[in-house]
């Protein structure tokens, strides 16, 4: 399926701090746009989508009470219109007045590394490398890819992992190293996840949190072994089937900020929610983000050093 891998970089965002909580709310308790519970917290989740056109577009949403949404910034061109099926987290280093950015996407069934900077404009820079790379093809039976970076710690060595799930439920996922992909292993059983957002990275394991058709809201944490298998954690029993999408960053010392996206109706809801573990982890709503989600596809734009520590 790999044929060839290319350098990705990373960049700075924001990560404060999470206030306490209380309840969980049922997600449909939220149709009205209410904010069920306030917090103090400053948070903030830098959204990024692909519009109809192809251009690349940038936000923050602030998890403050209320939330509040700062101003969108398009880059046009950095795709063919229509083109991009899913989409990566994308990572943006600061370039002096500029942004160096590179992620992964999914167009016509093929696989591609896209990098590229942006100008003071946030409009493509031609005096730099602007790169769409084939890294392989097969990927038309794919739900959505994500890739994650971890940096380089005290006793812990870099690592690049790209995870995708296809559309029979089998999850699957490659490490890098350096000159292209290695399979580490697959796992089926989960065909009734709807969506999957990386929470926390560990020295020997990875988690996501996942929603799936019948309202659970679950983490799963694959040790990041040759042919390991994922473990589950309940963390909610229902109420969480509406959305398509989750996309999450991180709020605190061990907490997340959790977008959710309903395409149906185009909205997104917004948590706060504490070191997940099990059906205890303390979540907050902060209430509907003031915004409409009509973009054929969202991501994250995520820090260099994108520590993630909500499991």
């Known amino acids: 399926m790999f044929r060839k891998t290319a350098s990705l970089a990373s960049a700075g965002a924001l990560a404060l701090t999470l206030g ?15 904010t069920e519970s306030a917090t103090s917290a400053t948070c903030a989740l830098r959204l990024g989508s692909v519009t109809s056109t192809g251009a690349h577009t940038s936000r923050m949403i602030n998890a403050t009470a209320p939330i509040t949404i700062g101003g969108v910034r398009g880059t046009a061109g950095v795709f063919p219109a229509g083109a991009v099926q899913h989409t990566s987290t994308f990572f943006g280093t600061p370039l002096g007045s500029e942004e160096s950015r590179s992620g992964l996407v999914v167009t016509g069934g093929t696989l591609f590394s896209r990098s590229y900077v942006v100008d003071g404009q946030v409009q493509v820079d031609p005096k730099y490398p602007n790169n769409t790379l084939r890294v392989g093809g097969g990927w038309a039976g794919y739900r959505w890819i994500e890739q994650s970076i971890k940096p380089a710690s005290a006793g812990s060595p870099a690592r690049t992992l790209l995870y995708g799930q296809e559309t029979n439920g089998l999850l699957r996922r490659w490490e890098s190293n350096g000159s292209g992909w290695r399979s580490t292993g697959g ?25 799936t058709r019948t309202g ?9 072994g040759y042919l390991a298998v994922p473990k589950h954690a309940l963390v909610r029993g229902d109420t969480w089937q509406g959305f398509e999408q989750l996309i999450a960053t991180s709020c605190g ?9 309903d395409r149906d109706t185009k909205s997104g809801y917004l948590y706060a929610v504490g070191h997940a573990a099990n059906a205890k982890t303390v979540i907050r709503s902060l209430g509907k983000v003031p915004m409409t989600f009509s973009d054929p596809q969202y991501f994250r734009w995520a820090p260099k050093n994108d520590t993630l520590n909500g499991a």
């Open 20 to 34: 306490a909580a209380a309840v969980a709310p049922a997600r449909a308790a939220q149709s009205a746009g209410t």
């Open 187 to 211: 796992v089926g059983g989960f065909s009734q996840v709807k969506s999957m957002t990386l929470i926390s990275r560990g020295a020997g394991y990875e988690t996501f949190l996942a929603n």
């Open 253 to 261: 010392a061990n907490g997340t900020l959790l977008l959710g996206i």
């Open 216 to 224: 659970m809201l679950e983490t799963i944490t694959w040790p990041t």
